[in-house]
């Protein structure tokens, strides 16, 4: 079975760090691109991240571009979203997802094969 589960969330002050974790099951990451996604309160669902199955590319979202860093560890089929300088605008549940192919990533939700139960992130003022 196709599992994604993403932790590491919680509550944390503005300025402070969080990291994501998405371990994938019934799968491996060799195959797969990862993605990050968030949705705050009353707003439609966005990218963060992604990741190619080889780790040789990355992509951000420009609000996080600088502050997050994602990166992978096939060997454990993880992959990590590293979050600092949190800010309030920041908090939203945050979900993984994957798209079968090799050297893919997708910033994009209707290329993804695969979702993840999201994990709460709160940044306090």
């Known amino acids: 079975e196709v599992q994604l589960q993403a932790s590491g969330g919680g509550l944390v002050q503005a300025g402070g760090s969080l990291r994501l974790s998405c371990v994938a099951s019934?799968?491996?990451?060799?195959?797969?691109?990862i993605g990050w996604f968030r949705q705050a309160p009353g707003k439609e669902r966005e990218a963060v991240s992604c990741?190619?199955?080889?780790?040789?590319?990355?992509l951000y979202a420009d609000s996080v571009e600088g502050r997050f860093t994602i990166s992978s560890d096939n060997a454990k089929n993880t992959v990590y979203l590293q979050m600092d300088s949190l800010e309030p605008e920041d908090t939203a549940v945050y979900y993984c997802?994957?798209?079968w192919g090799e050297g893919l990533c997708y910033m994009n939700q209707a290329f993804m094969d695969y979702w993840g139960k999201g994990t709460q992130v709160t940044v306090s003022s």
């Open positions: 997802a994957a798209t």
């Open positions: 019934g799968f491996t990451l060799d195959t797969y691109g």
């Open positions: 990741i190619s199955s080889s780790g040789g590319t990355t």
